[in-house]
C-alpha cells in the first residue's frame, strides 16, 4: 500500500523524543517532511540530524508549547519554512502525577497546560493551512482517559479532553474535508519509559509486571507500532475514517483481562 505522503508537510508535536520521534522517522521514510516541534533544541537537531543522516527530510521548530504565543509562532514558522501543511499530529505530553488526594488547583491548570491546551492551540492555529489542503488531524492519546490510573487526575482528564476534541473536531471539520483520529497508547516503551525504569529498584521485575499485563504477546508497544497507524490515518489510504479512538496498545484496554 502507498500511503502517498511523499513531499507532505505534518506538525509533529514532541517529535524530537520518543513516540513523536517515531512518527516523524515513519513519516520521513515514507517521503514525507516532518515538521517537530519541540521544547528541547539540541534533541530537535539531533532527531533532525538522524532523519537526515538516512537520506529523509526534516525540520525543527523550538517552542515551549505550555505557551500559547509559542505555539502560535511554532506554526506561522512552518507555515512559512513549509508554504503549507498537510496535517498535524499532537502528541506532546507528560504523565505528571497531579493526584486528587496531595495535588492543588494550580498544578492541575498546568497539567491541563502540558497536556491538552496546546492540542487546541495547535489545531486552532494551524487550521486554516488545514481546511486548504483537507489536512488530516491525529490526537495522541493514553489509555489512562478509559481505564484510570490511579494518583494523576490531571493526566486523566487531560486525556478524556483529547478524546472528546476528537470527536468533536472531526464533527466541526467533517466539512472541511479534514478528519480527525485518535491512537490511543497503553504502554509504548521509549527511551524515557527506559530511563524511568532503570531508576527503580526492581526494575527488569516492574518491566516484566507491566509487559504481562499486555494481552498480546505480553510487550509493550514500540514507538514505529504507532508511528505507522498515524502515518495510515494522515493519509489518504484511511480516507473514510474519522473521529475514531484507535488503539494501538496490544488489547490493552479491550480484550478479557483473563490474558493477562
Ligand atoms: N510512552 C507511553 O507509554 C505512553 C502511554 C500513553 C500515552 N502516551 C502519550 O504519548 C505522548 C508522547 O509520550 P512519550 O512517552 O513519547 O514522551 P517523551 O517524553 O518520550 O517525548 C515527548 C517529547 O515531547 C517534548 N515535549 C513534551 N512536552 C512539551 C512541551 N510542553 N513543549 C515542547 N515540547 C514538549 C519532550 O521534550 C520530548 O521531546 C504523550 O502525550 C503521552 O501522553 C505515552
Excluded at 493526566?155 to 483520529?181: F, Q, S
Excluded at 527511551?191 to 524511568?196: G, S, V
Aim: hydrophobic share 40%.
Amino acid at each position: 500500500m502507498d500511503l502517498q505522503l511523499r513531499d507532505r508537510f505534518f506538525l509533529v508535536t514532541g517529535g524530537a523524543k520518543g513516540i513523536g520521534e517515531g512518527v516523524a522517522r515513519v513519516l520521513a521514510a515514507e517521503g514525507a517532511v516532518p515538521l517537530i516541534v519541540g521544547r528541547n533544541a539540541d534533541d530537535n537537531r539531533a532527531a533532525v540530524d538522524a532523519i537526515r543522516a538516512t537520506g529523509g527530510r526534516a525540520h525543527a521548530f523550538q517552542a515551549e508549547l505550555c505557551e500559547t504565543a509559542e505555539c502560535q509562532r511554532a506554526v506561522a514558522e512552518a507555515i512559512q519554512f513549509a508554504g503549507r501543511l498537510d496535517g498535524l499530529v499532537n502528541n506532546a505530553g507528560v504523565n505528571d502525577g497531579v493526584d486528587l488526594e496531595h495535588g492543588d488547583t494550580e498544578r492541575f491548570l498546568a497539567s491541563l497546560r502540558k497536556n491538552l491546551v496546546h492540542y487546541y492551540d495547535m489545531a486552532r492555529f494551524a487550521l486554516p493551512e488545514l481546511k486548504k489542503t483537507r489536512g488530516p488531524i491525529v490526537n495522541i492519546g493514553s489509555k489512562v482517559a478509559e481505564t484510570g490510573q490511579g494518583a494523576t487526575s490531571a493526566y486523566a482528564a487531560a486525556n478524556g479532553g483529547r478524546n472528546a476534541l476528537t470527536r468533536e473536531w472531526a464533527v466541526e471539520l467533517g466539512k472541511y474535508g479534514i478528519r480527525v483520529n485518535a491512537v490511543i497508547v497503553a504502554e509504548c516503551w521509549t527511551p524515557l519509559y527506559a530511563n524511568w525504569i532503570q531508576t527503580l529498584p526492581d526494575g527488569a521485575d516492574a518491566k516484566r509486571r507491566i509487559e504481562a499485563k499486555v494481552p498480546f504477546e505480553h510487550r509493550m508497544t514500540t514507538c514505529d507500532e504507532i508511528a505507522r497507524m498515524v502515518a495510515f490515518l494522515l493519509s489518504n489510504c484511511s480516507s473514510h475514517t474519522t473521529g475514531q479512538l484507535i488503539h494501538v496498545d496490544g488489547g490493552y484496554v479491550h480484550l478479557d483481562r483473563a490474558l493477562t
